[in-house]
């Protein structure tokens, strides 16, 4: 039961360089979120999808792109790189339904040097 | 104001002890209430729903004031494996959209 998975676990990139965290998830989830927490922030939104061809813009999208071409996989593209999003990375994904309750991938640690 | 506010702690008990956090809202509309735990450098894992008229699991009371806009969340007996950070997670508006608090940290001592 391998529920949401994300890759890689740690990351280091040099300014300007583009990477893609990778977020697949088994459980046939209808949405699906990223996060990046900060110390003394908290988990904040940086795009979200309500299915397949569907995405939207949370709290802090600048500088990341998303795309939703399947079910399973979400994945987040850093663009160019800034080490101001030196940052813990989830993904989550959930049922649609009011009470449905958020799983997390095990985070990603991206530094940005 | 923050859409979802929490007292930061760190909250020190010792083992046994009964401790409550709080946690406020500002969108009278939110719809759903959730609590959960984050273990250092670790994901957040649901902890338990909260529903309007108050639910237990165990050890772990959650209650909801939907008039004063403010969950609660309580501990009681608490031993060395409930030191985490608790979230406070409110959905509101589009049923995609949760909004984390930045935590309350316990640390249970013995």
């Known amino acids: 039961n391998a529920g949401v998975t994300q890759t890689p676990k740690f990351q280091v990139l040099k300014t300007g360089q583009s990477m893609t965290l990778q977020c697949a998830q088994d459980?046939?989830?209808?949405?699906m979120s990223w996060y990046r927490q900060d110390p003394g922030m908290g988990l904040r939104l940086i795009h979200y999808?309500?299915?397949?061809?569907?995405?939207d813009q949370g709290e802090v999208p600048n500088g990341y792109n998303v795309s939703r071409s399947t079910t399973e996989d979400f994945p987040l593209r850093l663009l160019s790189a800034a080490p101001s999003q030196t940052s813990v990375y989830f993904c989550?994904?959930?049922?649609?339904?009011?009470?449905?309750?958020?799983?997390f991938g095990d985070g990603t640690r991206l530094s940005i040097l | 104001r923050k859409e979802v506010e929490q007292d930061p702690g760190p909250f020190n008990v010792p083992e046994g002890a009964t401790v409550a956090f709080n946690c406020t809202y500002s969108n009278s509309a939110s719809q759903s209430f959730f609590w959960y735990r984050q273990d250092c450098r670790k994901e957040p894992k649901l902890l338990m729903s909260?529903?309007?008229s108050g639910n237990e699991d165990g050890r772990f009371t959650a209650q909801l004031n939907r008039a004063s806009q403010y969950i609660s969340l309580l501990i009681r007996d608490s031993k060395l494996s409930d030191s985490a950070t608790y979230l406070c997670v409110v959905l509101t508006g589009t049923a995609s959209k949760l909004t984390f608090g930045t935590g309350t940290r316990l640390q249970v001592t013995l």
């Open positions: 999808s309500v299915g397949a061809g569907i995405t």
């Open positions: 989550a994904s959930r049922r649609q339904g009011a009470n449905q309750p958020q799983h």
């Open positions: 909260v529903y309007s």
């Open positions: 459980m046939n989830h209808e949405y």
